[in-house]
């Protein structure tokens, strides 16, 4: 493969983690409470009902974490320091979240960020 299309797949991968925690954001801070959100986490609605603020800073945490993977992809190649870090927090945050709360997190989080940044690693010349 090439170095371009090994930079392609480190951006595509990149995006999704971005549109993952876009999703997270959705998830935590709109439906905690509504059906998708209580089977997403598989909670009950009176837990739901006394987390949802907590859960709704949770999920713009998450925001945060997108919006720098998208500005890092806006930047092109200056952008790499930015992915670089942003995925990493991805990563460690995911790393805590499986440690802390549910193994799923390692898969769902960490794990394609870590994917991304290997790409990142290897499509450097």
């Known amino acids: ?7 392609f797949a480190a951006n595509l991968v990149t995006a999704l983690v971005a549109l993952l925690h876009i ?3 959705v998830l935590e801070m709109f439906l905690w409470d509504k059906p ?14 006394a987390t949802k ?9 998450n ?3 997108s919006a720098g993977l998208v500005w890092g992809l806006l930047q092109g190649a200056n952008g790499l320091p930015v992915k ?7 990563v460690v945050a995911g790393v805590f979240g ?4 549910s193994r799923k997190i390692l898969f769902v989080q960490a794990l394609p ?13």
């Open 1 to 7: 493969m090439t170095t371009n299309s090994m930079l």
């Open 98 to 101: 499986a440690a802390t709360a």
């Open 53 to 61: 603020v907590l859960a709704a800073n949770q999920g713009l945490y």
């Open 23 to 25: 999703y997270f954001l």
């Open 84 to 90: 670089v870090f942003f995925l990493t927090c991805v």
């Open 113 to 125: 960020a870590a994917i991304a940044l290997g790409l990142l690693w290897v499509a450097q010349p």
């Open 36 to 49: 998708a959100g209580l089977k997403a986490f598989g909670q009950k609605p009176d837990f739901a009902k």
């Open 63 to 65: 925001g945060f974490l």
